[in-house]
């Protein structure tokens, strides 16, 4: 079976740009979540959807990000403009609750 | 609220020594406890998992962990470690946030060193 599919793998930008994060989710599970891990705070949940509904965005860090799943097999977490402190490995996991959550190989994103 | 500690952020041990990875949680609703293992460069791996039933779980490698509610933890065990066990562990727990959500709460991991 495949696993959670993100792309792309690495991303290098400037900054200022914008960024876009994609991510696949296992089918049949029916929440979403996106998480940021750096060396300094560790692994960290941004946001995540119960069938395709945002329940929980309080981890985003500022207007800069958003996150949208306007169906139940894609999503996208946006960047919008992009700083250096943004960079870091973004992962997306899905589950069919209350299973355990399964993760995306994850997106490493360095900004310039 | 839930929260997890996992209070050694590393831990050397020699090969074929046991090792033990330490957890502890806290949360106002029932529980379901994990041990996730991150390889250098790669996602989190599911390691094994507690949701209900017998309180000590075991993964394919020769991994286990015991529920114990009483002392409100989840301590990983391995009786010996191979070099390919070298990775960094992370201990998380999920419950009922409200409308069938089941939000992953993690510990901030354990850094296993195996040392030949």
């Known amino acids: 079976d495949a696993g959670v599919i993100q792309s792309p793998r690495h991303e290098v930008t400037e900054m200022g740009q914008e960024v876009t994060l994609r991510c696949k989710p296992i089918?049949?599970?029916?929440?979403l979540f996106w998480y940021r891990q750096t060396m300094m705070r560790g692994l960290e949940l941004l946001i995540y959807?119960?069938?395709?509904?945002?329940?929980?965005d309080s981890g985003m860090p500022e207007d800069r990000f958003s996150a949208k799943m306007p169906n139940a097999s894609f999503s996208t977490l946006k960047i919008q403009p992009s700083e250096p402190r943004d960079s870091a490995v973004y992962f997306c996991a899905s589950s069919l609750a209350p299973k355990p959550q399964h993760f995306g190989d994850g997106t490493r994103l360095s900004i310039l | 609220a839930q929260s997890v500690t996992q209070l050694d952020s590393q831990v050397p041990v020699f090969e074929e020594a046991p090792v033990e990875l330490r957890c502890n949680y806290s949360?106002?609703?029932?529980?379901?406890l994990f041990w996730y293992v991150q390889y250098p460069n790669q996602g989190l791996q599911l390691l094994l998992k507690y949701l209900s039933g017998s309180t000590l779980v075991e993964s394919i490698n020769g991994f286990e962990a015991e529920f114990n509610k009483s002392q409100t933890s989840f301590h990983l065990r391995k009786p010996s470690v191979h070099i390919s066990d070298t990775a960094e562990y992370f201990c998380a727990v999920s419950g009922d946030s409200g409308a069938g959500s089941y939000q992953l709460t993690f510990g901030k991991g354990t850094k296993l060193s195996v040392i030949p």
């Open positions: 949360s106002s609703v029932s529980v379901y």
């Open positions: 089918s049949g599970h029916n929440s």
């Open positions: 959807f119960n069938n395709n509904v945002p329940i929980d």
